[in-house]
């Protein structure tokens, strides 16, 4: 037996030695304990991958976390209020600092948006996120407004509970948005990218795949 | 019929931000997961981790099997985690599997995390399928590490030569193949 504790084996003698000089890989084929640990699990293709009840009750919880999540983010909205107002306040490197900071946040709603069952605010916090990580933000006064117009728009998704793709107030959310962009714009760049409607949300469903997933 | 028991899984999962902390740790317990600890960033994971390696009674944890880690944290992000977990003498195994949880799903960005050694990709938003996905993928399809100069992690080739010609070929004698089971 081979060990393979470690990945930077010691350092064999003699032949071994002149051997080694010549390995340019090492592969580790291991034992696979999470199977061991975890039973002999499905026996055929249809199959749930784990006990019904266990995925209902993911789904249940996922379900109680959607409900609250307007409550929870609102304190983050509240904080992107904040940064929009001292970037206002500021100019120069300080006003591209809180863009920075504002852009992180945006970073963390499209993340969790769409988990909490709140695509738009996906979509609205990818396009925040993508506009304060440009080189250029914060040169002008006019990106304070499309700020502003991002954080409006997420305001109302929360205010009004606007889960999914929101529908006709969904899509003029988006229109919106897009208008201001475009209205403030300081390139052509950004007229030409607005952004896009929320993406089919991966469906939460309790079938399991009738043919086992191919290798990526 | 036959369902996975995930009882004997102690997750770690690391995220700064604790309602999206609170709910993968719901959900991993509600999928049958017997223990899931958690960790506020990085540098929380490192000390626990460090602590299961010295003194795993004190730690209260024998083995982690898995870690979910988001990737932008303050101060230790996910990659430097991963990156800790795959290299540092002090991690308790450099084999874990490691799923990096994150909004950044862009191509260039996943690659970042493939070449420091992550073994699955779940990007944000996601959904219970999504999660349960990578846990099955773990259990079913775990992949070979591979170590060379510049790289240690799961085999990066998951799918065929992606040009006509195969040009990832090696000679046996380059190659050392170690199990741990024979």
Request: charged share 30%; net charge positive; glycine share 8%.
């Amino acid at each position: 037996m081979t060990t393979a504790e470690s990945p930077s084996s010691s350092a064999p003698t003699g032949d071994a030695a002149h051997d080694a000089r010549r390995v340019k890989v090492r592969l580790f084929r291991l034992r696979n304990k999470l199977k061991e640990k975890a039973g002999v699990g499905r026996a055929a293709a249809g199959d749930s991958v784990v006990a019904v009840e266990a995925l209902e009750k993911a789904l249940s919880e996922m379900k109680k976390s959607q409900e609250d999540y307007p409550d929870w983010v609102r304190a983050t909205l509240t904080e992107l209020g904040e940064d929009l107002k001292s970037a206002t306040d500021n100019e120069g490197e300080e006003r591209r600092k809180h863009f920075k900071h504002i852009g992180s946040i945006a970073h963390e709603l499209k993340g969790q948006g769409g988990t909490f069952g709140y695509p738009l605010i996906s979509v609205f916090g990818k396009s925040l996120n993508e506009f304060c990580e440009r080189n250029d933000v914060g040169i002008s006064s006019n990106h304070l407004e499309i700020l502003k117009a991002h954080i409006d728009v997420m305001r109302a998704v929360i205010k009004d509970r606007i889960s999914g793709d929101g529908g006709d107030i969904g899509r003029e959310l988006i229109a919106v948005l897009h208008s201001a962009i475009k209205k403030n714009a300081v390139t052509q760049q950004m007229v030409n990218n607005p952004p896009p409607p929320p993406k089919a949300v991966a469906k939460h469903t309790l079938k399991t795949p009738a043919k086992a997933p191919t290798k990526r | 019929m036959a369902n996975y028991n995930f009882s004997m899984f102690t997750v770690l999962v690391v995220e700064d931000n604790r309602y999206m902390r609170s709910m993968l740790r719901t959900l991993l317990y509600a999928l049958g997961v017997g223990n899931v600890v958690t960790a506020g960033d990085g540098g929380e994971a490192i000390e626990l981790l460090r602590k299961v390696k010295e003194n795993p009674t004190e730690a209260g944890i024998g083995a982690v099997d898995m870690v979910f880690s988001n990737w932008q944290m303050e101060p230790v992000d996910g990659t430097m985690l991963l990156k800790w977990v795959r290299r540092s003498k002090e991690s308790p195994d450099r084999f874990v599997p490691f799923i990096i949880v994150s909004g950044y799903a862009d191509f260039q960005r996943v690659s970042v995390c493939r070449d420091l050694g992550v073994t699955e990709f779940l990007a944000k938003p996601y959904s219970v399928d999504n999660l349960l996905g990578r846990l099955t993928a773990l259990v079913e399809r775990p992949r070979q590490f591979v170590l060379i100069e510049s790289y240690f992690g799961p085999d990066r080739r998951r799918r065929p030569s992606p040009t006509p010609l195969e040009r990832r070929v090696m000679k046996e004698s380059e190659m050392e193949i170690i199990y741990d089971d024979r």
